[in-house]
């Protein structure tokens, strides 16, 4: 008897149903075709298992399964659940007909029982495309794949639960969590807040205008002088996620098998700090079966890479395609796959080996030639990435033993989310355009125009601070960002000044 039942494979973040036929007919063998990697050929012996546990009887008899499309590689476990019904219901002992209105997926255990899966996020988005009335898949993945409106999403914990549904002989609840009500959820999880930090007032406004324009931003400076602190607490004055980003970044983690059981949305933007040890396939994403990497993992979020220098040079430089570009392509021979990648780059690093080149207290014991061989292991077309380059200067005794109180996160991301909300009505009508950061130099001639006192500021600044032309471009996208903080229609000579303030390695300090 010939049966088929639904699963799908995921290529990217995106999936494809997943037809398996199962035939059984007179002989004694077992054949698995469709291109399956070694733990779906695996299965058999699994679901042999999960039935003798559950009093199920598995044919004895010539079993052919074949995965379609055969053309797609497919792999990994979560189809022992898929073959295990289609195996039954070809041997008559569960009945075939919502077979066609549900997808099934899911890994068994010996016993029987199912186990969490990946990607169930793009699994159910592409089963309710397809045009399934449910999708059957493991209790802990159900609140994940329920996000998905208008499909009726069945959490299993076991085979048996599964049988008696197709059967008729029991009822399972669809799982049903309010989509509102887990985006909500958004400012519930504890961040560190910047009113734990003293002083850097200088530091946290270059911070709030990074965060308000979406912009790259590094920061410079000596040994505990506060760096890391202070790119912590940078998605705590981030706005919220909408809707689609959560959906859109939650799948990329739902890939990547990083979700939390029993979640649903993620609840904030990712921040991400990749050891500087990374390969380069840990960081742009890739494998023989490509996974998304760091920078896909921190789409709509942040990616911080501390002490900048440290990490691999070619790694490095592979970051310069998606900064631009805002998505990675991976080719593999068995696939190509595209993953998003529009994250806030965040780095710091110290003034030089030692790190004390520049302290006003501590003498640097490195030679010239040291400090210039540190700085140059970041290309220039690295460092023209980063729209803001800052000193972090060390506290002093005073600002570290001040009882003033700082500025709390809470009030400054206000400020962020204003200046977030007029890019928003302003870049409406581009296409993929959604900050000042993202703006190319014919947005910026449209959106960031100059009059005569700016332009002779900016010819100043460029003579006399022996300013490089890259820096222009950047200069102007930040003023526009001061000006949005500002709540100024136009750019106006105080941001500009601010904005120059910011291009710390153009002034040819190191």
């Not at 040890?277 to 896909?296: D, H, K, M, W, Y």
């Not at 949005?484 to 106006?492: A, Q």
């Amino acid at each position: 008897m010939l049966v088929k039942s639904f699963g799908a494979a995921v290529q990217g973040i995106d999936a494809t149903i997943i037809t398996v036929e199962v035939n059984i007919s007179s002989g004694i063998k077992f054949f698995m075709v469709g291109l399956p990697d070694v733990a779906i050929k695996e299965s058999h012996e699994r679901i042999l298992s999960a039935f003798n546990h559950r009093g199920y009887k598995f044919p004895r008899k010539q079993v052919i399964i074949n995965m379609s499309p055969a053309d797609i590689r497919k792999a990994g476990s979560a189809y022992d659940l898929t073959i295990a019904m289609g195996i039954l219901a070809a041997s008559e002992e569960i009945k075939c007909d919502k077979l066609k209105e549900y997808a099934i997926m899911g890994e068994l255990s010996l016993d029987g029982s199912v186990v969490p899966i990946k990607g169930a996020l793009p699994i159910a988005l592409k089963v309710k495309e397809a045009g399934f009335k449910g999708l059957i898949i493991p209790k802990a993945n159900a609140g994940e794949a329920a996000v998905v409106g208008g499909l009726d999403v069945l959490g299993v914990s076991d085979i048996s639960e599964v049988v008696g549904f197709l059967n008729d002989t029991i009822d399972i609840t669809p799982t049903k969590p309010d989509i509102t009500t887990c985006y909500a959820t958004n400012a519930i999880e504890c961040l560190p807040d910047f009113a734990e930090v003293k002083g850097q007032e200088f530091a946290k406004r270059a911070i709030e205008v990074a965060a308000a324009g979406s912009h790259n931003i590094l920061l410079i400076g000596s040994p505990g002088a506060g760096k890391s602190m202070l790119a912590k607490r940078i998605p705590s004055i981030l706005p919220p996620m909408t809707i689609d980003e959560a959906l859109e970044s939650t799948k990329i983690h739902s890939v990547a098998g990083l979700l939390r059981e029993g979640s649903a949305l993620l609840h904030n933007r990712p921040f991400r700090t990749p050891h500087h040890t990374i390969s380069n396939i840990a960081l742009v994403g890739g494998g023989t079966f490509p996974q998304p990497g760091e920078i896909s993992l921190a789409h709509n979020g942040v990616l911080y890479l501390d002490e900048l220098p440290e990490f691999n040079h070619s790694a490095l430089e592979v970051l310069r395609q998606p900064l631009e570009d805002r998505k990675i392509t991976v080719t593999r021979v068995n696939c190509t796959v595209e993953y998003p990648a529009n994250f806030m780059l965040v780095a710091s690093m110290n003034p030089c080996p030692c790190g004390y080149y520049g302290h006003p207290d501590k003498e640097c014991t490195c030679l010239p030639n040291q400090v210039r061989r540190y700085m140059n292991r970041i290309s220039g077309p690295l460092l023209d990435r980063m729209d803001i380059q800052i000193d972090v200067a060390p506290l002093s005794f005073s600002e570290m033993s001040g009882q003033a109180k700082a500025e709390s996160s809470e009030m400054i991301k206000r400020r962020v989310i204003a200046a977030r909300q007029i890019q928003n009505v302003r870049f409406k009508k581009e296409k993929n355009i959604h900050s000042n950061a993202q703006m190319t130099t014919k947005l910026i001639h449209k959106y960031a125009p100059l009059d005569d006192k700016c332009l002779q500021m900016m010819q100043m600044a460029m003579e006399k601070l022996n300013l490089s032309a890259r820096a222009y471009d950047r200069i102007l996208k930040v003023s526009r960002t001061v000006a949005d903080l500002d709540g100024s229609e136009t750019i106006k000579p105080p941001h500009i000044a601010e904005a120059i303030t910011y291009r710390t390695l153009d002034r040819n300090k190191y």
